[in-house]
């Protein structure tokens, strides 16, 4: 396993900094809130490429958040289907194996009309990224996506096996009543990425997202079922806190992720 972060900078500067750290690699999330970003990140990527490769990183990841896939009437929205196919030809050029994204549920529509748009959506991403051997991956991230857990995923993911899952194991403990390590166990050999991220529950409910290491997840237990798993993919960290996502304290808390992590990172 290699061990990485998520960038929402396109920098070298930030590049360099994570390379200090002693990381293997940077995720980019490129997500729906962020006008035309998509562009930009293709437009930089051969030059994003260039600044890894001379400091011996790579890019574990690509993805996109929140976006709607699927219009009301049912028809895909064509141009977020053009986002996600800009943002796989930029990770082509990236050399970047995993492409991220969800699928939005549509309330005027039937389970049944909702799950065959989706597959279609999907298989479409699969064939278009396909050429450039690059797998398509959901996230469990509540964010627009119904595409998060069973019984979504035994409909969707059945029918489309070439499509993968990326996991958070925060996004199922929030859900309340998810079992992460249930979930690992029945769908581990489908995950193609993993993210890394804190999350602590008090009196039942969502408190905060600090540091992995410093919350309430089984990390041991958790390294354990990907290993049972054979997941040997990229585990992404990601500082979401606001009280723990930047400066000397974010520093501070990533710094110790690493350490934990590389305890329980044997391959």
């Not at 960038?7 to 994570?18: A, D, M, V």
């Not at 997202?209 to 049972?228: E, I, Q, V």
Request: negative net charge; aromatic residues 14%; glycine residues 10%.
């Amino acid at each position: 396993m290699k061990l990485g972060i998520i960038s929402y900078s396109f920098e070298r500067e930030s590049f360099e900094k994570i390379k200090a750290q002693g990381l293997d690699f940077v995720e980019f999330c490129v997500n729906c809130d962020q006008e035309n970003r998509f562009q930009e990140f293709y437009d930089k990527s051969e030059g994003i490429r260039r600044d890894l490769d001379e400091l011996g990183l790579f890019t574990g990841s690509v993805g996109r958040w929140g976006g709607d896939k699927i219009n009301p009437d049912g028809s895909v929205h064509q141009e977020e289907l053009h986002a996600d196919q800009t943002l796989i030809q930029a990770a082509a050029k990236l050399g970047c194996p995993v492409y991220v994204t969800g699928c939005n549920y549509v309330d005027g529509l039937s389970l049944y009309e909702n799950y065959s748009a989706a597959i279609g959506y999907f298989q479409a991403l699969i064939d278009f990224a396909k050429p450039y051997g690059i797998k398509i991956a959901t996230y469990n991230c509540r964010w627009n996506n119904y595409l998060h857990s069973d019984p979504a995923w035994e409909v969707v993911h059945g029918h489309l096996p070439e499509l993968y899952i990326k996991y958070d194991p925060s996004h199922s403990r929030y859900a309340m009543g998810a079992d992460y390590l249930s979930e690992m166990k029945k769908w581990g050999k489908r995950f193609a990425h993993v993210h890394i991220k804190g999350s602590l529950i008090i009196d039942g409910e969502r408190f905060d997202d600090p540091p992995a290491g410093l919350d309430d997840t089984n990390w041991g237990a958790f390294m354990a079922a990907l290993y049972a798993s054979d997941y040997d993919g990229n585990l992404s960290i990601e500082p979401h806190s606001a009280i723990w996502k930047e400066g000397e304290l974010g520093d501070a808390g990533v710094s110790y992720t690493i350490e934990m992590m590389r305890k329980l990172m044997f391959r």
